[in-house]
């Protein structure tokens, strides 16, 4: 159904009279047939199950959206069942408030609940009411209300709907066999284009975003790395650490200053709001509960929610169990621990992020980005096109579909820009291939008996979860800080709690770091100021380098030598980076024409480890060795890791030539900001030309979705 008709006819209310109707006929129904069958429910008659069913419609519409803010927190962590049960109360309640209708029992009230859910979805199935109509109904219409007062303006805002993890020919191949529908449908009918581009060497979501949002990914040689001077790892997705990073990277004009909206990313962008941002979830702006009581304080949204995350939980179990019935490898273990954590990724984080997306196109808000992690989170641990891999793909495909027909109601026209930050490359991980880990690998060679090592194994989604329990944990509620200790328990929430670094404060500093970013395996030693020297690693572990160098799984490893600069070093041959000299066979030809570019790079940043080594990438089928227990990974060179795309509107100018570097991608999106007519964006333009200061106004006129 087209948007504008779905509006006509949720906002009929003869129509609306005649859905209740029907509804409160079928719960009444179902309530008699649930009052045959459970002891511990009964009703006098068909006038009681009236009676009931108009009753708990009335209370779920004014009383429940008050009970789900309250115990908001509870709902999040436990992915939605409190809210379930609250419901169920609430429900209990008002059966017992009916002459002739009694309810006792927790668990009967709980299955009354879960069986009014499935009733309406089916009423609804029967009036022709589809999901979409529903979600529309449900969400944009409901958002919309309200906003009447919103100025209206003929400048373009721009969505930013990013892939996370998302290479370049995967989705080609994706469009090909129909599994981004959406995706394919712009590009056939020639509103968009799809452009590709060439990361930095460090392709992983960290680096990507402060080169995207910020224009500056300048000293972050991958997603974690050691700092000497600090005498501790920095994490990427730690909000701790996530605040330090925008805080040496943000000038304050990032990509989304002038008004924008973060939604689910690892940096703000110098958003002015912001939610499940790693680096915005420490510091309180407003009330962050209201963005997510938009999607908990709804008995549709909660009850919703809790069968798509049965449901995902068990789409986990069944794919992993396949796999291994089929002995399909590259593969890896997942436990029920992750199952839930996918759950999280792939239903309520996409969810709310997509209620939070509609608010802001309602609201005008000039600039958006908004991060989809359940593909990535799915490629890591099943593979990058494997088939519960491609049915997530699509369902984000359609939540982009959804977002497209929700900006015909924002009060200004919207370009959508689908892009991702990196790829993923394929491959059986290093410890599978070698029986032993890159750790164990140079603890041998170093004979140390202190080693750091620090690996992510995917554990995106879980830190997303801590990140939406921190911001939860601002209003300080006596439920926010029991939940809080619990989480902290659990292992699941308040990343931010923990420095970053998995060390104990005043704690001996290792003798060696080994951590983990994909196939780029990244080697300190804490103990020695300063970057180390090739001279002084040999002399220290006399066996390291020719261990690494020649290891079968090692492509190459940058080091710095006294005498010749930077070096990547592999089994083959040398290249001296510096004086553009190759002795032997150049270790980085098999990485592509830009390779030594990105090594170079890297070798200045003032945190460079003391050695980064890069996994081989092996040809028919391309294939990397992860440094993590991942199918799919990224972080180094080799395969699709590298190559993510932007799918933009035709009319948007993209460079003629090889697009190299998220740097690169921040000033196209800039420019494109500033031709659209935000002169916010413009070259020479201040702070104060931000929508909402003196010399910022809007233009009145017709909002048109484009």
């Known amino acids: 159904m087209d948007p504008k008709h779905a509006s006509d006819a949720f906002s009929d209310p003869l129509l609306a009279f005649r859905r209740l109707i029907v509804v409160v006929a079928v719960d009444a129904v179902v309530l008699l047939v649930l009052a045959s069958l459970l002891d511990r429910f009964t009703l006098d008659g068909a006038g009681a199950a009236i009676g009931a069913s108009l009753l708990i419609g009335v209370l779920n519409a004014l009383v429940f959206?008050?009970?789900?803010?309250?115990?908001?927190?509870?709902?999040?962590?436990?992915?939605?069942?409190?809210?379930?049960?609250?419901?169920?109360?609430?429900?209990?309640?008002?059966?017992d408030l009916v002459p002739g209708a009694e309810i006792r029992g927790l668990a009967e009230a709980i299955v009354v609940t879960l069986a009014l859910t499935l009733s309406t979805s089916a009423t609804?199935?029967?009036?022709?009411?589809?999901?979409?109509?529903?979600?529309?109904?449900?969400?944009?219409?409901?958002?919309?209300?309200?906003?009447?007062?919103?100025?209206?303006?003929?400048?373009?805002?721009?969505?930013?709907?990013?892939?996370?993890?998302?290479?370049?020919?995967?989705?080609?191949?994706?469009?090909?066999?129909?599994?981004?529908?959406?995706?394919?449908?712009?590009?056939?009918?020639?509103?968009?284009?799809?452009?590709?581009?060439?990361?930095?060497?460090?392709?992983?979501?960290?680096?990507?975003?402060?080169?995207?949002?910020?224009?500056?990914?300048?000293d972050m040689p991958a997603f974690r790395w050691w700092e000497k001077e600090?005498?501790?790892?920095?994490?990427?997705?730690?909000?701790?650490?996530?605040?330090?990073?925008?805080?040496?990277?943000?000038?304050?004009?990032?990509?989304l200053h002038a008004d924008g909206a973060s939604r689910a990313n690892i940096l703000s962008g110098d958003a002015a709001h912001s939610m499940l941002t790693m680096s915005t979830v420490l510091t309180r702006r407003r009330p962050i509960g209201r963005d997510y009581a938009a999607y908990f304080a709804r008995p549709y949204a909660t009850l919703k929610t809790l069968n798509a995350v049965v449901a995902e939980f068990f789409r986990e179990r069944w794919a992993a169990i396949s796999q291994r019935r089929r002995d399909e490898r590259p593969r890896i273990d997942r436990d029920r621990r992750y199952a839930l954590v996918r759950a999280?990724?792939?239903?309520?984080?996409?969810?709310?992020?997509?209620?939070?997306?509609?608010?802001?196109?309602?609201?005008?808000?000039?600039?958006?980005?908004?991060?989809?992690?359940?593909?990535?989170?799915?490629?890591?641990?099943?593979?990058?096109?494997?088939?519960?891999t491609l049915a997530v793909l699509r369902k984000v495909d359609r939540q982009i579909a959804r977002i497209s027909k929700a900006a015909a109601e924002a009060p200004r026209p919207y370009r959508l820009v689908v892009l991702a930050d990196h790829g993923q490359s394929q491959g059986a991980t290093f410890l599978q291939r070698y029986g032993y880990s890159l750790q164990e690998l140079v603890d041998k060679a170093c004979?140390?008996?202190?080693?750091?090592?620090?690996?992510?194994?995917?554990?995106?989604?879980?830190?997303?979860?801590?990140?939406?329990?921190?911001?939860?944990?601002?209003?300080?509620?006596?439920?926010?800080?029991?939940?809080?200790?619990?989480?902290?328990?659990?292992?699941?929430?308040?990343?931010?709690?923990?420095?970053?670094?998995?060390?104990?404060?005043?704690?001996?500093?290792?003798?060696?770091?080994?951590?983990?970013?994909?196939?780029?395996?990244?080697?300190?030693?804490p103990r020695e100021p300063g970057r180390m020297t090739l001279e002084r690693i040999e002399a220290l572990h006399p066996t390291l380098i020719e261990e690494l160098r020649a290891h079968d799984g090692v492509g190459f490893?940058?080091?710095?030598?006294?005498?010749?600069?930077?070096?990547?070093?592999?089994?083959?041959?040398?290249?001296?980076?510096?004086?553009?000299?190759?002795?032997?066979?150049?270790?980085?030809?098999?990485?592509?024409?830009?390779?030594?570019?990105?090594?170079?790079?890297?070798?200045?940043?003032?945190?460079?480890?003391?050695?980064?080594?890069?996994?081989?990438?092996?040809?028919?089928?391309?294939?990397?060795?992860?440094?993590?227990?991942?199918?799919?990974?990224?972080?180094?060179?080799?395969?699709?890791?590298?190559?993510?795309?932007?799918?933009?509107?035709?009319?948007?100018?993209?460079?003629?030539?090889?697009?190299?570097?998220?740097?690169?991608?921040?000033?196209?999106?800039?420019g494109w900001l500033a031709g659209l007519g935000q002169d916010a964006y413009a070259d020479g333009a201040t702070s104060s030309d931000a929508p909402g200061s003196s010399s910022s106004a809007a233009t009145p006129g017709a909002s048109s979705a484009s």
């Open 65 to 95: 959206p008050t009970l789900a803010r309250l115990t908001l927190p509870l709902s999040v962590l436990t992915l939605g069942l409190a809210a379930v049960v609250v419901n169920a109360i609430l429900v209990a309640f008002a059966i």
């Open 124 to 218: 609804s199935a029967l009036l022709a009411i589809d999901d979409d109509e529903s979600w529309y109904r449900n969400v944009v219409r409901v958002q919309s209300r309200g906003r009447e007062t919103v100025n209206r303006t003929n400048v373009p805002g721009v969505l930013f709907l990013e892939i996370d993890g998302l290479a370049h020919e995967v989705l080609e191949r994706a469009i090909a066999a129909e599994n981004a529908p959406t995706l394919a449908a712009w590009i056939e009918r020639g509103s968009h284009r799809l452009h590709r581009w060439e990361t930095d060497w460090s392709s992983q979501t960290g680096a990507c975003q402060a080169g995207l949002l910020h224009g500056d990914n300048d």
């Open 230 to 255: 600090r005498g501790a790892p920095i994490v990427t997705n730690h909000p701790k650490d996530a605040v330090e990073i925008e805080r040496r990277h943000s000038d304050g004009r990032g990509l």
């Open 344 to 388: 999280w990724a792939t239903v309520i984080q996409l969810d709310l992020q997509v209620a939070a997306v509609v608010g802001d196109l309602l609201a005008g808000r000039p600039v958006v980005y908004t991060t989809f992690l359940a593909y990535d989170e799915v490629a890591h641990h099943s593979g990058i096109e494997r088939p519960d």
């Open 447 to 525: 004979d140390s008996a202190s080693t750091y090592a620090s690996s992510g194994d995917g554990a995106e989604a879980s830190a997303y979860m801590g990140a939406s329990m921190t911001e939860l944990d601002r209003d300080q509620t006596p439920v926010t800080r029991a939940l809080g200790a619990t989480a902290e328990k659990l292992d699941l929430a308040h990343p931010a709690r923990d420095g970053g670094a998995g060390r104990t404060p005043g704690e001996d500093l290792p003798e060696v770091a080994v951590m983990a970013s994909g196939c780029l395996g990244l080697i300190s030693f």
């Open 557 to 670: 490893l940058l080091v710095d030598s006294e005498r010749n600069g930077a070096l990547a070093i592999g089994a083959g041959g040398v290249n001296r980076l510096e004086r553009g000299e190759v002795l032997g066979a150049d270790p980085l030809a098999p990485f592509g024409p830009n390779a030594a570019r990105h090594v170079l790079r890297t070798h200045r940043f003032p945190h460079c480890p003391d050695i980064v080594v890069n996994s081989t990438v092996w040809h028919e089928p391309t294939e990397v060795a992860a440094f993590e227990e991942l199918v799919g990974s990224h972080g180094g060179m080799g395969g699709p890791q590298s190559f993510p795309f932007v799918l933009a509107p035709a009319d948007l100018e993209w460079p003629g030539e090889e697009v190299v570097g998220a740097e690169a991608v921040h000033r196209i999106f800039r």
